[in-house]
Nanobody
């Protein structure tokens, strides 16, 4: 069974950048669609970005042009490059495997990690 673990979160100033990493272990995630969702304090979980096994991508409108999702099948790893971060991006970010590749909704995720905190503040 695939286990995933997120890393790379932290505190960054508005306009700054972070790269999140999702490392898989136990089995390959190469045949799965995978992605990121986030949960901000007091808010519902929100799908952020997803990538299919063939490399097709989806983004929530609020991060388009700022975030880039990618995967390295040789390393069994996924990344989320986040640029021009805004305070409203503050949340715990989770990576996970999707049950299917559709519109990257939270309900599409079937398995996820413990999350990594991203805080955007001056």
């Amino acid at each position: 069974q695939v286990q995933v673990a997120e890393s790379g979160g932290g505190l960054v100033q508005p306009g700054g950048s972070l790269r999140l990493t999702c490392a898989a272990s136990g089995a390959t995630m190469n045949h799965y669609a995978i992605g990121w969702f986030r949960q901000a304090p007091g808010k519902e979980r929100e799908g952020v970005s997803c990538i299919s096994d063939s490399g097709s991508t989806k983004y929530v409108d609020s991060v388009k042009g700022r975030f880039t999702i990618s995967r390295d099948k040789d390393k069994n790893t996924m990344y989320l490059q986040m640029n021009n971060l805004k305070p409203e991006d503050t949340a715990v970010y989770y990576c996970g495997l999707l049950l299917f590749f559709a519109d990257c909704s939270v309900g599409d995720f079937g398995h996820w990690g413990q999350g990594t905190q991203v805080t955007v503040s001056s």
